[in-house]
């Protein structure tokens, strides 16, 4: 179990960056406005610390030489210490948007320099919302996705409709969209019940879906896109729940819907390619579109 820092004594900050200079200067005006501050000058050093004792903030710098980078030490204080406050440094502004609009464990990115007086009450503001956050709000992936089955259905919709080829066929919402409950269910499932990557099971919703849009005049490039966008509609639904998310398994959570997903259309081409007894659609369809 996890040993959580001692909420009693002053904050414990690990502050990590290649800068001797901006190290020791930084180290002695955190220490002045009541923090303990513990300084590393690369990442091995910044592990081997987070192995070792308890802190509550990690500030480090984003670009560092040597094996790793800032986000290697954020990801061993998420899984060592998963209440400590997590901030990045960059000198790059234009980098900040970027990193700030994809999925990070750290809290928020900074952009050097940055005031003190602000750099202070950040820190502040982040322990203060650490100690009220509530244990019960950490989700597990399969959870969410399970909860937000519909709003991910809808966003799939959405995306379907912007594009020219699969809106040809002209379907209700319900007859384009009815296998995506059941194959989301099995990825829920999936997650619940791990399986090792790339091992077989059958989806039998993949195997329906592949059915129907035999039936209804879709070609196989448009299935691959149909699940190229469910993918994307997935991750879309986790990064608007990344406030609750649990990062500890997220990596590998993620890594399995992957797997799942692939898995389903694998099966879903399949039991689109078996020709019907008598038929010849199947010949017409793999040269569709």
Known sequence: MNTKPDTTTPPKILLVDDSESLRQSLKLVLEHHGFHVTAAANVADAIHLIDTEPFDVLLSDLHMPGAGDGFTVVSAMRHKYPDAVTLLFTGYPAL?????????????????????????????????????????????????????????????????????????????EEQRSEHLRKLIQEVVHRLRVPR????????????????????QGYSIPMIVEESRMLQVSIFHTLQNNLSVVDFSLLLIDVMAIADEVDSQLKQTIQSFTELPSGSNFNKFALHHG
Request: without cysteine; proline residues 3%; hydrophobic residues 40%.
């Open 96 to 172: 900040k948007e970027a990193m700030d609009a994809i999925l990070l464990q750290a809290d928020e990115i900074l952009v050097k320099p940055m005031p003190i007086p602000e750099l202070v009450q950040l820190i502040h503001d982040r322990l203060d919302k650490r100690r009220n956050r509530q244990a019960t709000n950490i989700e597990r992936v399969a959870s969410i996705l399970e909860r937000e089955a519909s709003t991910t259905i809808a966003d799939w919709l959405r995306r379907v409709e912007r594009d020219d080829e699969l809106t040809r066929i002209v379907l209700t």
């Open 196 to 215: 090792s990557l790339g091992t077989k099971q059958v989806s039998e919703g993949a195997v329906e879906h592949g059915n129907v849009r035999r039936s």
